[in-house]
């Protein structure tokens, strides 16, 4: 058995935000976090496509190393895939103070099996957005439509409004940014690493500086990055140790 990795960033001068990186499954992780005290839940989780993928037969040879389906964490039979997101609900809503927040990327063909998910363990459905990406892998563009879009859904608890900092302004339900640059990837690939830009939108619309934001599903840590940049405390969740180690090393280049 690998040994878990944990990493603390304490509180070195008063209001200086604290990190806390941990390996190992989030459900059994998510546990140790108190009862009602996290502000923000944003996370990206398996979207249950890699046996699909799988079973299409996709011409995906060449680019398997860099591909969520071959990377291993997104294999389960749609069952077992069900019970883990029931747990993760389930335990969310435990740590979640009243009026908070839970925003989770998804694909757009599960997006009603997330919501009834979420309804059974108590979250106010709110909206379910889009992610375009502007600059999309042209796969076989002369065969199909090139897929460029991926779903994201906002819970409230307790509640049914949040923190929710729009400053007066429209917000869509439309997010546009284009895939994640190489430069924020320097410190190692993760196949589904989402742009920065993206999630320091979410993270600022969704909580205040200060707040508890987790992410069990942290993958590289993007969550991690703008937390820090934005003030926010952050516990970062992921089974993979070597996403962790980039989690790490991505958070503390941020000043
Ligand atoms: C879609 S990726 C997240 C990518 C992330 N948003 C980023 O920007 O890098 C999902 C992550 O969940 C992790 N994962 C899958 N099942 C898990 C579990 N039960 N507990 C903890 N992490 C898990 C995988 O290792 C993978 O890194």
Request: aromatic share 10%.
């Amino acid at each position: 058995m690998t040994k878990q990795i944990s990493y603390t960033y304490p509180n070195k001068l008063k209001n200086q935000c604290s990190y806390s990186l941990i390996s190992g499954d989030c459900i059994k992780n998510l546990k140790n976090i108190d009862n009602k005290s996290v502000h923000l839940i944003l996370t990206d989780p398996p979207y249950n496509l890699g046996q699909f993928m799988h079973n299409r037969n996709t011409n995906l040879k060449k680019m398997r190393e860099n591909q969520f389906a071959y990377a291993g964490w997104d294999n389960l039979p749609y069952n077992e895939w069900v019970k883990d997101m029931d747990m993760f609900f389930e335990e969310s809503s435990r740590i979640l103070i009243k009026g908070g927040s839970l925003l989770i990327f998804m694909s757009i063909i599960k997006v009603e099996s997330i919501i009834a998910l979420a309804e059974k363990n108590g979250f106010y459905y709110k909206t379910t957005g889009i992610w375009h990406k502007t600059n999309p892998m042209p796969r076989n563009m002369n065969l199909h439509f090139v897929n460029s879009t991926e779903a994201w859904i906002y819970f409230t608890i307790g509640t049914n409004t949040g923190t929710f900092n729009n400053d007066g302004k429209l917000i869509h339900d439309f997010f546009e940014t284009s895939l994640t640059t190489q430069s924020e990837k320097r410190h190692g690939k993760h196949p589904t690493q989402k742009p920065i830009k993206l999630i320091d939108k979410l993270v600022g619309l969704l909580s205040n500086e200060n707040d508890i934001v987790v992410d069990p599903f942290m993958g590289s840590g993007t969550t991690g990055v703008s937390c820090k940049k934005l003030k926010r405390k952050f516990i970062g969740i992921d089974q993979n140790k070597e996403y962790v180690e980039m989690a790490k090393k991505r958070i503390d280049e941020i000043i």
